[in-house]
């Protein structure tokens, strides 16, 4: 069975880091590329954060140049360095595995992320 298990997320003040970590089990995503989607409350779930199996990546407009996502193959996991946070950041976030912009089929049960002004 497939898992992707999200962690690292918690309250910080506005102009802080935060690093989610997102470890998956059940099967190698290798090869795969691996995203980060959020969600805040009473909004679509939107595409936060891609990397490549080949470790490129890719970053929706709002996160650009505060947001870093990286993965460790050999430790099925991928982390989302997050810093100068804003209150505007406030959102669960999901790892997921096998898509890039739009979603592939696998997601994480989501961290919640909550940046104080």
């Known amino acids: 069975q497939v898992q992707l298990v999200e962690s690292g997320g918690g309250l910080v003040q506005a102009g802080g880091s935060l690093r989610l970590s997102c470890t998956a089990s059940?099967?190698?995503?290798?090869?795969?590329?691996m995203s980060w989607f959020r969600q805040a409350p009473g909004k679509e779930r939107v595409f936060v954060a891609y990397?490549?199996?080949?470790?490129?990546?890719y970053y929706a407009d709002s996160v650009k140049g505060r947001f870093t996502i990286s993965r460790d193959n050999a430790k099925n996991t991928v982390y989302l360095q997050m810093n100068s946070l804003k209150p505007d950041d406030t959102a669960v976030y999901y790892c997921?595995?096998?898509?890039?912009?739009?979603?592939?089929?696998?997601w994480g049960q989501g961290t919640q992320v909550t940046v104080s002004s």
């Open positions: 997921n595995a096998g898509g890039g912009t739009i979603a592939g089929p696998y």
């Open positions: 059940g099967r190698t995503f290798s090869t795969d590329a």
């Open positions: 990397i490549t199996w080949r470790s490129s990546t």
